[in-house]
Structures are given as C-alpha cells and as structure tokens.
C-alpha cells in the first residue's frame, strides 16, 4: 500500500512539474506576445481627463490617482506617471497618476502686537518671511510693538511671501525725529539740533582721508530715528591725518597699485 501511495504521489508531482514547464515555456510567451506591446505617451502637463482618455483610446487601465502639492502646475494636472514616457509597455497595463493639486498655500498669522524679532520666527515656522518694516506712532500700542500687518490674520497665500509690518513708535507727544548730521560741518550742526529739540552729546574725533576736516562723518542715533525732545546727539567728525598717517596712507596706496618701489613709512635716516 505504502509503494501505490508514494507512486501515485510521484505521479502527481512529475505531473504538476510538467505543467509548470509547459505554462512558463509555451502558454506564457505565446500569451505575452500575443498581447499588442505599444510605447507609453507622456502625461506629464496634462489635464487629468485628457490624461485617460489617452489611458483608455490604447486600451490601458487606470489604477490609481493620488494628488500632492506642486508649483510648478495648476491644480488638475498630471506630475508624476508609472509607467513612464516612452516605456515599452504592454495593452492591459495599469496606469498609475500623480495630479497636482496646486501651489501648497498656508494662513498669515497674526503678527498684532508682537516685536520684530518675534514677528520674524513667527513668520519663518508658517514658510514666510519678514517684508519691510515701517515705524510710526502709535496712542494704543507701545513702542517696539507692531500694529498693522500688510496681509490680514488667516489670509491664504503661497509659502515664501513676504508680510510687512508697522511698528509702534509709541505716543507722538514729546517725540522728535533725529536730522541727518552726516556730511555737515560741525559749525552748523547745534543749530541743527536745536531746531529739532535736540542737543549736541559727545564729539568723537577720528581721521578721514575722504572729507575735509571738522565734518561729520556718523552719528547715534541714526537719522530718522525718533527720540524724546532734549535728548542729545553723539557725533563723529573727521580730523586730518597726520603725517605719519598720510605716510601710511600712500605707502598702501603704491602696494596696492603694484609699483616696484614704493618708499618706507620711516625715513631711512630714522632707522639708522
């Protein structure tokens, strides 16, 4: 009994083997070659609806459409396709689609009341930036604090867009705007400041090559700035150089321009 069962069981296997060879070396390529082999079209940059009735005029099957954002095309449009352009493929073959949904938009938050630096990294986690920002004064806000926005609060927009602000200056009672000092001679600069309600603070001197000497060449605060009135201004003002300086000055000026002799700063009497 035992040898009829393992022989029946031979049987069937060596039967089972044969058919697999005949399937995988006769049926299955005469099936695969019989089934018409055509080039696959490109989808990209096509509105969904014309991308299958491409699908469906080479007898092709759609399995799948999923959307993800993409600038770069409006909502609709085929992104991404498998299998790709110009594949050989086979009739029957599924078709996968990618379709964009459009620009990925995101909401303005609101930047009401924060500083600037605030305002900035707030912006930078929603994926946008910090536009120009504008001082003006303010009876309801503080100084420092922003009170307008250039795009309203939950706003829809694209990622990267700049958003402007203006920032409080606080009350404008009692408040002046610092003059532009800079290039003025020092002569005329506390009759400046007095017009203004402000005052001269400290006088720095430094040496200048490029302006003529006793002219302002900086100034705290900047000019525009708006400060309390009586507050005073420090400004710095060109000297003339000394001699050792102008030396210097020239000496640098004949490396730089690449002469083959330029003179030492000391003279060669002095460094006997």
Do not use: W
């Amino acid at each position: 009994m035992k040898k009829q069962r393992l022989k029946k069981l031979f049987i069937i296997a060596a039967v089972f083997v044969l058919f697999v060879l005949a399937m995988d070396k006769a049926v299955m390529p005469f099936y695969v070659n019989s089934v018409k082999s055509i080039e696959m079209p490109n989808l990209i940059g096509k509105k969904l609806e014309e991308a299958k009735q491409i699908i469906d005029s080479l007898n092709l099957k759609l399995e799948n459409v999923t959307e993800r954002h993409d600038a770069r095309f409006p909502a609709g449009y085929v992104i991404i396709q498998n299998p790709r352009p110009q594949m050989k493929i086979k009739e029957g073959r599924r078709v996968y689609l990618v379709v964009s949904s459009g620009e990925q938009k995101v909401e303005v938050p609101s930047l009401i009341g924060k500083s600037v630096r605030e305002a900035k990294l707030t912006l930078e986690k929603f994926g946008l930036r910090l536009g120009a920002v504008e001082y003006d004064f303010s009876e309801d806000f503080p100084e420092g604090a922003i009170f307008s926005q250039s795009i309203p609060e939950k706003a829809k927009v694209s990622i990267g867009t700049p958003v402007s602000v203006v920032v409080s200056l606080g009350d404008a009672e009692g408040k002046t705007q610092v003059p532009n000092l800079i290039g003025i001679p020092l002569s005329k600069v506390e009759r400046i400041l007095n017009e203004a309600g402000l005052r001269i603070g400290k006088i720095v001197y430094e040496p200048s090559s490029t302006v003529l000497p006793n002219t302002v060449i900086e100034q705290f605060p900047r000019p525009g700035f708006f400060v309390a009135k009586g507050s005073s201004v420090d400004i710095f003002v060109a000297k003339e150089l000394s001699e050792m300086q102008k030396t210097k000055l020239l000496r640098i000026e004949c490396l730089n321009s690449h002469h083959l002799y330029c003179p030492p700063i000391f003279p060669i009497s002095k460094m006997k």
